[in-house]
């Protein structure tokens, strides 16, 4: 089913067009986010409305205050003091600062002192409220007059801030768009994950069933090479050769396949013998001018790995180099040793190189440029490589028209 597997593709299953199924939900993701945004927006525009009233309906109510004040003043017999002085007393959340004409605090309200404090503590905290107050809101002014000869004889000044409501109110909307905005993104990661592991399901649950169906024809096809094998007439022709080869290939598929089906166990294998075995399997199906050449700066470098699915790894990455390059080109293999205990695998081919555009997109699952790609060999590999071997694999070069080189990374196990 998958191209790697022989140089023909099948010719009966017709790739689907961009595999659908691993198409991103793209268009629900930018709903999401135009509606929030729209919920943010309207949000904090009700809420300026909001605070923009309840600003001036403080601003008249501090006006009320002083011109309480200033009436109080001018006629201390008044039988209507009762009124003012409710007026004032009635002020339980604006806090207000009253100051002399000499710039004196003469008496203050709704300011949150503790009264274990000092006095001069007290007036320290009371100056700094003050000049938060004068950087807030111009002062409203006390005028006190001679009730008799209307002379003016005194000013005095109301500074106030807004009520812990109104601070509240403005700082409102800025809440609740930090909670849209986690929320969101949780819902994002939420989405992103259950997708993910969606997808895993199939690839591993798609991989188990391969091999599973594949077991019993294999068995079946095992025992009738034995019963050919003492076929007088068949026996000696070679035909019974041909066949046992292709058995042992498809049981490499089939073990590939059941190991990416379950979590594989790694060993500590020779990298340049694997490698070289995948060459000489590769080498007499693929053109003639197609040159491998394989370096190595020890033939004994070792790593961890799962030798089936790693093979699986270097022969799609080799026959991506060959489907590259067309007829005539080489595959260069250079197996060296980084720092810090890993190996390095790079494979060059001389091939047509990937435009910088697809660079990111080559690894996704069902993105080919192939007439009769399934876009899956380099998603596999991907997977092989990171999830099963906690390697690295990339690409570290392309050029178009002069050739790509893909790395891989694995974790040494030292030397043999
Ligand atoms: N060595 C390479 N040179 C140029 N392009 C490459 C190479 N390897 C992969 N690609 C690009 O990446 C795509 C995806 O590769 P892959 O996942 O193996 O799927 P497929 O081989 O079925 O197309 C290819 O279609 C090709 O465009
Ligand atoms: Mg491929």
Redesign the pocket.
């Known amino acids: 089913m998958?191209?790697?597997l022989s140089n023909q593709p099948p010719v009966a299953m017709k790739?689907l067009p961009s595999m659908e199924f691993y198409k991103d939900n793209t268009n629900l993701k930018w709903i999401i986010l135009v509606v929030s945004s729209i919920i943010s927006i309207s949000s904090i525009y009700y809420t300026n409305i909001l605070v923009g009233q309840l600003k001036e309906r403080e601003r008249n109510q501090v006006n009320l205050l002083a011109k309480a004040l200033e009436y109080a003043s001018t006629d201390n017999q008044n039988e209507f003091l009762f009124i003012t002085e409710e007026i004032i007393n009635k002020n339980k959340s604006i806090p207000v600062i009253l100051v002399d004409d000499k710039g004196i605090i003469t008496s203050s309200n709704n300011i949150d002192l503790d009264s274990n404090l000092s006095k001069s503590k007290k007036d320290a905290l009371l100056q700094l409220a003050l000049a938060s107050m004068k950087n807030t809101y111009p002062p409203i002014e006390i005028i006190f007059k001679d009730p008799v000869t209307n002379i003016i004889y005194g000013k005095n000044f109301v500074y106030y801030k807004n009520s812990s409501l109104l601070t509240q109110l403005i700082a409102y909307p800025y809440i609740q768009l930090s909670v849209i905005t986690i929320f969101v993104f949780i819902s994002f990661l939420a989405f992103n994950y259950s997708k993910a592991s969606e997808q895993n399901r199939v690839w591993v649950g798609l991989a188990k069933e391969t091999a599973h169906q594949l077991g019993t024809p294999l068995s079946s096809l095992m025992a009738w090479i034995e019963v050919l094998r003492d076929d007088p007439e068949i026996k000696n022709k070679g035909i019974v050769e041909e066949l046992d080869k292709d058995i042992r290939k498809l049981r490499i598929v089939t073990e590939r396949f059941s190991s990416i089906g379950s979590k594989p166990v790694l060993k500590s294998e020779n990298i340049y013998m694997l490698i070289s075995n995948v060459v000489s399997y590769l080498q007499p199906r693929v053109s003639s001018k197609i040159n491998f050449e394989v370096y190595t700066l020890s033939e004994t470098i070792l790593a961890h790995v799962h030798a089936p699915l790693f093979e699986w790894v270097i022969e799609?990455?080799c026959?991506?180099?060959v489907?590259?390059?067309g007829n005539s080109g080489t595959i260069a293999i250079k197996i060296l040793r980084g720092n810090e205990d890993r190996v390095f695998i790079d494979?060059s081919?001389t091939?047509?190189?990937?435009p910088k555009s697809?660079i990111t997109?080559?690894?996704?699952?069902g993105?080919?440029?192939?007439k009769?790609?399934?876009?899956?060999?380099?998603?596999?590999?991907k997977r092989i490589i990171e999830m099963y071997h906690e390697g690295k694999i990339f690409?570290k070069s392309?050029e178009e028209n002069s050739?790509?080189t893909?790395r891989i990374e694995l974790k040494s196990a030292g030397l043999a």
């Open positions: 998958f191209t790697l790739p799609n990455l026959k991506n180099a489907d590259s390059m494979i081919d091939g047509k190189g990937i697809n997109s080559v690894f996704k699952p993105f080919t440029t192939k009769r790609g399934w876009g899956l060999g380099l998603a596999l590999a690409v392309s050739g790509t893909f």
